[in-house]
């Protein structure tokens, strides 16, 4: 799963949230990309280690963006709700993953 949106959307507090049940109040930008995973069990005794990629907001006109998202199973995009050019922009993000994904499917 990779996680995209602005920067202090709030991304890298859902993953920490998601993933080791824990909030951090104070901000700390993330360049480039944080990974995280964690362990899921799901029906049927099945277990899955679920990787999440959370991109560092400011990366959405880099040239690396295209090679975080290629591959991935899926995206959340992240938006703060206090912020509308935050929400604003999530249409740019949804326009690059569209983008990247279009060309796995060639």
């Given amino acids: 799963v990779v996680v995209c949106g602005d920067g202090s959307s709030g991304k890298t507090c859902l993953c920490q949230r998601f993933v080791k049940d824990s909030f951090e109040r104070t901000y700390h930008q993330t360049l480039g990309l944080d990974f995280f995973s964690k362990r899921i069990s799901l029906p049927g005794d099945i277990q899955v280690l679920l990787q999440v990629w ?28 206090t912020n509308m050019s935050s ?17 796995q499917e060639k």
């Fill in 87 to 103: 929400f604003d922009n999530t249409q740019d993000w949804l326009n690059v993953i569209r983008r990247v994904t279009k060309t």
């Fill in 54 to 81: 959370d991109i560092g907001g400011q990366s959405i006109a880099g040239e690396m963006i295209d090679k975080y998202i290629y591959g991935s199973h899926a995206a959340l995009i992240v938006y703060d709700v």
